[in-house]
Nanobody, 120 residues
Framework: QVRLVESGGGLVQAGASLRLSCLAS????????MGWFRQAPGKEREFVGA????RSLDSADGRFGISRDYGKNSVHVFLSTLKPEDTAVYYC?????????????????WGQGTQVTVSS
């Protein structure tokens, strides 16, 4: 069973940057996709970005960058120029790799989430 544990969330001011990390255990995810989603209060879960060897799948928001450390079975997201509307629970996810033509991704495993709160 895959376990995903997020870290790095917190309270920041608008304009700040934040780096979230996710460490996977239970299985080597080197050939799997890993990425991030977020869910704000009262809203549906929203895709942030994902990466698999050789390609990435990004959201339309150019402020977020995904990176992976395959040696440490982890994925990170760098959130820049944060706005109050970025306040949400950010979830790490992992699953089957997406293809080069895919524009969406459905993960199999989820973390518990880490809260990011952006004050104005």
């Amino acid at each position: 069973q895959v376990r995903l544990v997020e870290s790095g969330g917190g309270l920041v001011q608008a304009g700040a940057s934040l780096r979230l990390s996710c460490l996977a255990s239970g299985r080597d995810l080197g050939t799997s996709a890993m990425g991030w989603f977020r869910q704000a209060p009262g809203k549906e879960r929203e895709f942030v970005g994902a990466m698999v060897r050789g390609r990435s799948l990004d959201s339309a928001d150019g402020r977020f960058g995904i990176s992976r450390d395959y040696g440490k079975n982890s994925v990170h997201v760098f959130l820049s120029t944060l706005k109050p509307e970025d306040t949400a629970v950010y979830y790490c996810a992992a699953g089957a790799p997406f293809g080069a033509q895919d524009r969406t991704w459905t993960p199999q495993w989820w973390g518990q989430g880490t809260q990011v709160t952006v004050s104005s």
